[in-house]
């Protein structure tokens, strides 16, 4: 019984320590994941000259890579560079905020020129039953509408700018168009807004090359109910909330401490009997 009350004590220690350290980790930490949106070619990525991505192939997605608050130079190179000293895109510095989510698309500018951009994800609360879907201009086309059911719903949108709305959850058959017209230049295709989610859609590609394409990234944990839990996001690593980590941690740390002074009952019990014979 001692042995089990020390070992008992012992664990409870470490989950009350595990109660505050995974909080304290993503509230000094940001989230950054990284997009290839450049077309016909395999890169290299490197972070402050380390190499990061090996043979990064178009249209994918990586991360989120949680990292500490800082400022992380960036290089993109060819899949066979031997090191970051000939990037073709960068070096470019990006801003990393504790408790921020960040995305960092490779991508062309309106021009067709490679170039890099640091989105801020919005991971605000979302009202109960909504989702939130932001679109962003990442391709080498003039601005573009973005459909909803063949009607304009972001009108304009110009590389690399974004936008964000809120909607009720549900399936939204999305397009994009150029500015002031109805023909989609991409999809239609099916976008799952769920609640408490952040979807992100990505246009990215070459207009005149015929290759414009759609990337779609969700971040989910922004419900405003008390029975919204985070889930991870589809195809990335979980970025549950630094407050629901605390509470499910603190649960598990007050749990086990209450089976430790429940065990040191019952051992004082066993003791004073034996002391009555």
């Known amino acids: 019984m001692k042995k089990i009350l ?11 320590l595990g109660a505050v350290a995974p909080a304290n980790a993503a509230e000094d930490n940001a989230m950054l994941s990284v997009l290839h949106g450049v077309p016909d070619l395999v890169v ?10 090996d043979d990064f192939q178009p249209g994918d997605l990586a991360g989120p890579l949680e990292l500490p608050a800082g400022t992380y130079s960036v290089a993109i190179t060819a ?5 970051a000293s000939s990037p073709a895109i960068g070096p470019v510095d990006l801003p990393l905020e ?3 989510n960040y995305t960092a698309v490779a991508h062309l500018d309106a ?13 605000s609360d979302i009202a109960a039953g909504q989702g939130r879907l932001t679109v962003r201009h990442t391709a080498a086309a003039p601005a573009v ?6 009607s304009p719903v972001i009108t304009n949108l110009a590389n690399p700018d974004e936008a964000t709305l809120d909607l009720p959850a549900g399936t939204v058959s999305a397009s ?52 919204g839990v985070p889930a991870g996001s589809a195809g990335l690593a979980a ?22 002074a429940l065990a040191a009952a019952l051992l004082r019990k066993s003791v004073a009997a034996k002391a009555e014979r």
């Not at 020390?6 to 009350?16: E, F, K, S, Y």
């Not at 021009?111 to 991971?123: C, E, H, M, Q």
């Not at 408490?196 to 109910?225: C, F, K, P, R």
């Open 79 to 83: 899949s066979d560079a031997a090191d």
């Open 145 to 150: 509408d973005v459909l909803a059911g063949g």
């Open 239 to 260: 970025t549950n909330s630094p407050e629901q980590q605390l509470r499910v941690w603190g649960a598990i740390g007050f749990g086990a401490l209450a089976m430790v």
């Open 6 to 16: 020390v070992a008992g004590i012992g664990a409870g220690a470490l989950i009350a």
């Open 176 to 227: 994009v168009a150029a500015a002031g017209t109805t023909d989609p230049v991409i999809g239609p295709a099916d976008v799952d807004v769920a609640e408490g989610t952040l979807t992100i859609v990505y246009a990215w590609g070459s207009l005149e090359d015929e290759n414009l394409a759609l990337a779609v990234q969700t971040v989910t944990g922004m419900h405003s109910s008390p029975d």
């Open 98 to 100: 504790a408790g921020g």
């Open 44 to 53: 290299d990525v490197y972070v402050n000259d380390e190499l990061t991505l």
């Open 111 to 123: 021009d067709g020129n490679p170039t890099a951009t640091l989105f801020t994800n919005d991971v």
